[in-house]
């Protein structure tokens, strides 16, 4: 009867060759499922790199607009400031056109009297004048 290490020198003598031959076969299947895994990460990575081009032409563009909309923002601040200009010399010709209203108002008043008083004295002319022919 064989010992033990003689019945697993036989047994790995009568496995070794079919067992190398299949595990080279399932190491060239591994490298082969790796190499194309290691594609796919590097299909994955341009697909990334991709988006990040896309990402910052996007940041870029929205750079481009925040520039015009500051622009179009100084711009509106300085017609707010022109509008705002406008409105003051507005309001002190209105002040004008109120005080000149009020001269005016006061000026044809002081013409209405004169002219009321005149009438007086012209109806009393009158009067003595019809009192004198009596």
């Known amino acids: 009867m064989a010992t033990i290490e003689e ?3 036989d047994l790995e003598g009568k496995m ?3 067992l190398r031959d299949e595990m080279r076969r399932g190491f060239e299947q591994m490298t082969a499922r790796f190499d194309a ?8 990575h341009e697909r990334f790199d991709a988006v990040d081009k896309r990402f910052d032409a996007v940041n870029q563009r929205f750079d481009a607009v925040n520039q015009r909309f500051d622009g179009v ?20 010709i209105e002040s004008r056109v109120e005080r000149l209203d009020d001269r005016t ?3 044809f008043m002081w013409i209405v009297g004169i002219q009321f008083t005149m009438m007086i004295i012209f109806i009393g002319a009158l009067v003595a004048a019809v009192l004198r022919a009596v």
Do not use: H, S
């Open 16 to 18: 070794i060759p079919d």
């Open 37 to 44: 895994c290691e594609k796919r990460f590097d299909a994955v």
């Open 7 to 9: 019945r697993v020198a």
């Open 73 to 92: 923002d100084q711009r509106l601040d300085g017609v707010d400031q022109r509008i705002d200009g406008v409105d003051k010399r507005l309001d002190r």
């Open 105 to 107: 108002d006061r000026n």
